[in-house]
Structure formats: C-alpha cells, structure tokens
C-alpha cells in the first residue's frame, strides 16, 4: 500500500488533524488496515475501496479500533484524491452511510467540503453526566446552561458538553481509562467540548480515548454532529455558517466551517483545507 499523510482543516502541515490517507485498499484485510492504521500513529487512517462500477468504499481506523465515519480523514482523502485525478465531487460509502464530498480550488489549496448523513441527538441519561463529568474532572457548574448536554450524532456519536468560560475549556485534564470505559460502553468516538465566543463562532476540544489519541486536534464527524445539534436544538437560526476553531490548545490550530441548512433531517456541510504532510 502507498500510504499518504496528509493535515485536515488547515493551510499549514505543522496544524490541523493528520490522516493516514490509502488510496487503493482493494484486497487490505482488516488486520492488516488496523496494524497499518497503529503504525501511522494519527487519530485516523483512511483507506479507498474502488469498485470495478466506479463507486467508492471508504474505511476509518484509529490506532485500536474502527470507527464507522470520520470528518478529517474523508476531508485528507478527498484532497489526495483530487491531487491525483483532479477536483470535484466524490460519493462515498462510509459503514455510516453514504457521504457527498465535493473538491474545489481556494486561495492556492484544495478545499473539500462533505455533506453528512442526517444528523439527530438523545439526552445524556443523570447518571451517565455524573459519570461523564468525573472523568472530565469537571464540575456542574462548569457548564455553559445556554447549550444543554446531550449525545450528538452525523456518522459517529459525541456527547456535547459546553463550557461556560474560555479557562474551563483550556485546562483539559481528564482521566483518561476512566473516560475510555464509559465511552465503550456508550459506543461514543469523541466528547465534543465546546465553548461559544460568539453566536456562531465556538471553541472546540475532542477528548478521543476510544482512538488511542488523549486528544483530536481537528474533529470533522464531531463538527457536522454539532450542527445537527444547534439546529435540532434551534441554538442558531438556520440556515447557518458557524466556525468552529480547535487544535489551538495543543498547538495544533483547525478551522472547520458547519453549514447548517434549514431543513430538518437534512445532512449537515463541514469544509476545511488539506495539504500534503
């Protein structure tokens, strides 16, 4: 395999996520994705099944496991692909469903911009948030009131958790297995930490033991889970551009762009650069 290494969501390779990116997986057992995926070392590695009928399969692994849909890795992989046989628009069967992504020119760099399959949230059961808060090592009244907690879902699921001040979301501090437990057991891929600066501008933290990865600096699946999340919960008029900026706390700055369109149900935009590692 020709194993590619790209950054999501940002201009410069020393920011955004990085993403294992195969192009051309046809015949790559699972064994094989996986060990591929924990040599590469970054939150997820993506990897291309091309059909002889044009269609294109997709697959994510972390580290340690496979997740069914990822936001940065589908944005690298477009880009790659776009790199090799030029832009447009892809459709992608991810095991979440299918995903349109669609490759344009910016500014001197390819911008990809995926539409996620519909989005919708659950509430976060009492005991769970104690459980939760624990591991996060916060407390209720660290809580932003405005912006409830509660399960997202656009391909993977991410509890929200929105902080009431900047300083709460800059100090991250968790218990990692601790965190790691409850979240296999409530099949969730990141916690998404939010903070809002402005009505449609937010600060985001991922927490990704699932992965292997203390931290994601550049959340795509958890963004476009976040969309569908304002909109369900009417937190933004709609249609909406928000942005939404992670990564700056670990050194890492991403920028990702949520359009949120104004009908229900439907599949929420996430947009971001990518550029050859």
Not at 1 to 29: E, H, I, K, Q, S
Not at 78 to 97: I, S
Not at 173 to 194: E, F, I
């Amino acid at each position: 395999m020709d194993v590619l290494r790209y950054v999501a969501f940002a201009a410069d390779p020393a920011g955004g996520n990085p993403a294992g990116v195969v192009l051309d997986a046809t015949g790559v057992d699972e064994a094989t994705m996986l060990a591929t995926a924990a040599d590469v070392g970054y939150s997820e590695t993506a990897f291309l099944l091309p059909s002889a009928d044009g269609t294109l399969g997709i697959r994510y692994f972390s580290p340690l496991s496979e997740v069914p849909f990822c936001g940065h890795a589908t944005i690298a992989t477009a880009v790659a692909y776009a790199d090799r046989h030029g832009p447009g628009p892809l459709r992608l069967h991810t095991k979440a469903g299918p995903v349109t992504v669609t490759t344009t020119g910016s500014g001197g760099y390819l911008v990809a911009c995926l539409v996620s399959i519909e989005p919708r949230t659950t509430p976060i059961g009492q005991d769970d948030l104690v459980e939760l808060l624990a591991a996060l090592r916060w407390r209720a009244e660290d809580l932003d009131s405005a912006l409830p907690p509660r399960v997202a879902y656009a391909g993977a699921w991410h509890p929200v958790i929105a902080a009431a001040d900047r300083g709460r979301l800059a100090d991250l501090d968790y218990d990692m297995p601790a965190l790691a437990t409850l979240m296999a057991r409530k099949n969730w891929t990141t916690v998404d930490l939010v903070w809002r600066e402005s009505a449609t501008v937010f600060h985001a933290r991922n927490p990704f033991p699932p992965g292997g990865v203390v931290e994601d600096p550049a959340t795509g699946a958890a963004a476009a889970a976040f969309g569908g999340y304002l909109r369900e919960l009417g937190l933004v008029p709609t249609p909406a551009t928000v942005t939404v900026y992670q990564g700056a706390d670990m050194g890492r700055p991403s920028t990702i762009t949520v359009s949120i369109p104004d009908k229900p149900g439907s599949g929420i935009g996430v947009t971001g650069t990518a550029v050859p590692i």
